[in-house]
């Protein structure tokens, strides 16, 4: 198992913004997650998987890195294709297989830099399509062991999971296939994120959850906030709510824009935005 101590977290998120952490380390299979798990249990530990959704300051505890816990297994019966994946898998793997086998409504997740445990976490979703549409069961670690979990007995809602606080080891997916062109469909959204989102910016993807009733984006934009920048840090002038970092941002400029963002919304519409990416200053365990 690789292990680092006093590692960048600039290199570990989509943002590239991001302190020292204290220890990190890169479990290759499932033994070795469980025993890192086991070892530093009660040492403020952390998953991270692709980065794309998270913030860091410093974090003075133990990060799980699942990069290297990648494996993906695929069974086909009828017209159904069954995939039991690693937390480390990169969404876009399931994806590939999606436009492969031809499989229905995955594909309106492409474009997703998220690995399979942090899009279980989060509950990830577009389109009106979310990640639990597919999910079977899920593997955990729970009190020193490996637990399944039927997609029934889980607690999940919008963009959360009661997996938040739990590691992640696999996710067990069912996908029906379908006789529509999928190639094609991909392509499409491929083509309306490439000219609606900041695709080729550093960013962690969207910032806050989309209200009842309403779209994050649609408020912040017409509360003035589609293109503000705040020192190095901004809303993207392509979707409100996407932050960018232009060049070095720190995460004090980044605390101060999202209090002055939901502070603009609330004035303006009555509405608590919630954060969607995870930061540091609100993680503790």
Known sequence: MIQLKDVSLIDFTTIKIGGIAKFMVFPQNESEFLEAYKTHKNDNIFILGKGSNVLFGDYDGVIINTKYFNSIYVKEEKNKVFVKASSGTPLKDIIRIAIEKNLDNIYKLTGFP????????????????????????VWYIEDKEIVYKKKEDIQYTYRHTEFENKPVLYGEFVFEKTNANIKGLVQEINQKRQSTQPLNTLTSGSTFKNPKNHYAGKLLEEAGLKGYRLKDIGFSPKHANFLVNYQNSTLEDVKNLLEYAKEKVFKAFNIILELSILTSYIIKR
């Open 114 to 137: 998220a690995s399979v445990g942090g899009a279980i976490a989060m509950n990830a979703g577009a389109y009106n399509v979310d990640i639990f549409d597919f999910i079977k069961g």
